[in-house]
């Protein structure tokens, strides 16, 4: 599966840059009434927002990942060491063999992937030249609530920022095998989300952006799924360090999976990964996890991690074809799959 394109939730006078030598060619301008008020921030807002650069990568058509989220991926990240370490979100840089980072003014520099958190989906790249542009503090995440004021920020200077609000806090859980126990939505959404700076009101950095969410996924109108900035914290020093956060891998199945009315259903594999092997098929219905019932993927992947590390078995109850029947499968960790960045 491809990641979704957005939906632009701006009017049709919503403008693309043409330029052969632009960076951010075919990337959708922000209107100028959406872009950020600086009547409600207290910061010098053109100079924070020279912190966000591109991130463009290449990936090997062998990666494991490339069938699913493509051998080209462009986002952003976020400068946050004045020594030019890059924090992005990780489906962008995962499996890549070359890495750009290019600055609001075209000034480009390549990277090296530092490192890739599977839990938190958070990415760390070093700038390989000097960009020449300020890092950002990194702030809390923790008091913003729904209403206050945020910037969501692309590359490009003030041309692609958002004006946005919080929108809600929750739990999500990714049809991916991922879930944030307190992730951040905001509104309207930004139409180029991935690795997007979420910028709170005192300029500090707040998140980074991950997805585009539906209404009813957010629980309000459409707008960004945002990582919080607090859970990297605490992982950023060993992450920098050796490329891993030293935590034991969790066990990982290769599912696709979707939840409607409480009911969690197999509607993919990964080819090749452990589900595909034990026989998992699309359409069995997951109604317990070890003989112990679950109701939504939440709680699916909570029973899956609680059996142990990665390479224990985890023993699904399904229901198929009118039958209750038991699939096992022997988890793997999910970064054994996945191709290592060339070093430099």
């Not at 030598?21 to 921030?41: G, N, T």
């Not at 990942?65 to 080209?72: A, H, I, P, V, W």
């Not at 060993?238 to 891993?244: E, I, N, Q």
Request: contains cysteine.
């Amino acid at each position: 599966m491809k990641i979704p394109c957005a939906r632009i939730s701006f009017p049709r006078e919503v403008i693309y840059h043409r330029g052969m030598d632009d960076p951010y060619q075919e990337y959708p301008e922000i209107p100028e009434p959406y872009r950020p008020d600086d009547d409600r921030f207290s910061f010098d807002i053109d100079r924070t927002l020279r912190s966000v650069v591109s991130v463009r990568t290449e990936i090997p058509e062998t990666a494991f990942t490339s069938t699913t989220l493509g051998t080209q991926r462009s986002g952003h990240g976020v400068v946050i060491d004045p020594k030019g370490l890059v924090l992005t979100i990780g489906y962008l840089v995962v499996e890549a063999e070359q890495v750009w980072l290019v600055s609001n003014d075209g000034r480009a520099a390549e990277g090296h992937v530092m490192g890739y958190d599977q839990e938190t989906g958070f990415g760390l790249v070093q700038a390989l030249q000097p960009l020449d542009v300020p890092a950002i503090e990194l702030g809390s995440s923790a008091d913003l609530i729904p209403g206050d004021d945020v910037i969501v920020a692309g590359c490009g200077g003030r041309q692609h920022a958002l004006q946005a609000r919080v929108s809600a806090r929750k739990e999500f859980a990714g049809y991916w095998e991922y879930l944030l126990d307190d992730a951040i939505f905001t509104t309207p959404a930004h139409p180029l989300w991935g690795g997007a700076a979420l910028i709170g009101e005192d300029g500090t950095l707040r998140g980074i952006g991950s997805l585009y969410v539906r209404g009813e996924e957010s629980g309000e109108t459409e707008g960004n799924m945002i990582v919080p900035i607090d859970i990297v914290k605490a992982i950023l020093p060993t992450l920098r360090t050796t490329g891993t956060t030293g935590r034991p891998a969790r066990p990982w199945l290769g599912t696709f999976t979707a939840e409607t009315m409480g009911r969690v259903v197999i509607v993919g594999t990964w080819n090749g990964g452990p589900a595909e092997d034990a026989g998992l098929q699309a359409g069995d219905l997951v109604v317990g996890v070890d003989d112990k019932p679950v109701e939504g993927m939440a709680e699916f992947f909570r029973g899956v991690w609680s059996l142990g590390n990665a390479g224990i078995d985890v023993p699904l109850n399904i229901y198929r074809d009118g039958d209750l029947m038991t699939v096992t499968v022997q988890s793997c960790a999910r970064g054994d799959f996945y191709k290592s960045p060339n070093l430099h």
